[in-house]
């Protein structure tokens, strides 16, 4: 109406306008002006992404332009479908929200990008990726990739609970499991991490790894022990019997169980193949000297 000052943008209008691919430093200016006018514009951006991240199926990722003012929630990147919004509809592009690969037990999966990277994934895993010339970002839900970064100027960001890190070219493999047990290895290239509140550099043949007890380590791992899942094996050094099979379980449906505490402890070394833990726990008895007895879909070690 003549005379009407211009509503302001709501705050799903910022969430679709700083998760699009033409957003500007003075978008984030403006969101900044925007969010400090009024505590009540930060109160309904907070309601805006509590009130996104319950769609089903969506996936959230935070925006690292705009920080910290971001960091409490992790803004939806899209949705299909359009939202009414402050006078206007605001149409989300199904784009922005990535593409989502998973594995199941047992099962491996190579996918070539659209911008030339490629990764696979391990079994059990699951992740969501948008790559394209403008961004490149990847989510690792659960699992474990190894990832191949194809050299560009805009840079590849892969998101794992807790850690995160970004690189421009490279080769690297990273696993999240239980717990927010987070590894990131380099095989070639570098990469700049942050995990843990601090910021590291992990180069060619370093691997950073955290489990949320004993703070980070950063060491330098062998690199056929690392890539042997790659080819369907897992390599153990001295491990523990009980650490050998819960490896073993991600793999299979047959699960590998202690029957005998007294044995959980023992030591276990050498290349494996992985997915029949049949055959693998007749090779555990043999080498430990333990019983071994299938019982329905489990095989008993050591009872």
């Known amino acids: 109406m003549s005379g009407e000052r211009p509503l302001p943008r709501t705050a799903a209008q910022w969430i679709a306008r700083l998760n699009a691919d033409g957003r500007t430093d003075d978008d984030e200016r403006a969101f900044r002006t925007w969010i400090a006018a009024d505590a009540a514009h930060a109160a309904a951006f907070e309601r805006a992404t ?68 490629s990764l696979l994934l391990d079994t059990d895993t ?10 490149r970002n990847l989510w690792l839900r659960q699992g474990r990739i190894a990832l191949f970064i194809a050299p ?14 970004v690189a421009d070219r490279g080769r690297f493999d990273v696993r999240r499991d239980m717990g927010d047990r987070l590894a990131m290895t380099a095989m070639t290239g570098q990469a700049n991490v942050a995990i843990a509140g601090a910021r590291r550099t992990i180069a060619a043949g370093q691997r950073l790894r955290s489990d949320g007890m004993h703070g980070v380590q950063i060491d330098r791992p062998d690199a056929e022990t690392t890539q042997a899942w790659e080819s369907g094996r897992a390599a153990f050094h001295e491990d523990r019997l009980d650490a050998v099979a819960a490896e073993a379980n991600r793999y299979s449906m047959t699960r590998l169980v202690i029957a005998d505490p007294r044995t959980a402890d023992l030591r276990v070394s050498g290349m494996y193949r992985m997915g029949d833990n049949v055959a693998l726990g007749q090779a555990l008895s043999q080498l430990l000297s333990i019983p071994v007895r299938q019982v329905d879909d489990r095989v008993l070690l050591g009872g």
Do not use: N
Request: hydrophobic residues 40%.
């Open 126 to 135: 699951r992740v969501r990726v948008v790559a394209t010339a403008k961004r």
């Open 50 to 117: 509590d009130i996104w991240s319950l769609v089903p199926g969506a996936d959230v990722v935070p925006d690292r332009r705009v920080q910290p003012i971001l960091s409490r929630r992790r803004m939806l990147v899209a949705c299909a479908g359009t939202i009414a919004a402050g006078g206007g509809i605001v149409t989300l592009q199904a784009a922005y929200a990535g593409t989502g690969y998973e594995t199941g037990v047992g099962e491996q999966r190579r996918i070539v990008l659209g911008e030339g990277s």
């Open 152 to 165: 560009m100027e805009v840079p590849f960001s892969v998101e794992a609970g807790s850690g995160s890190f």
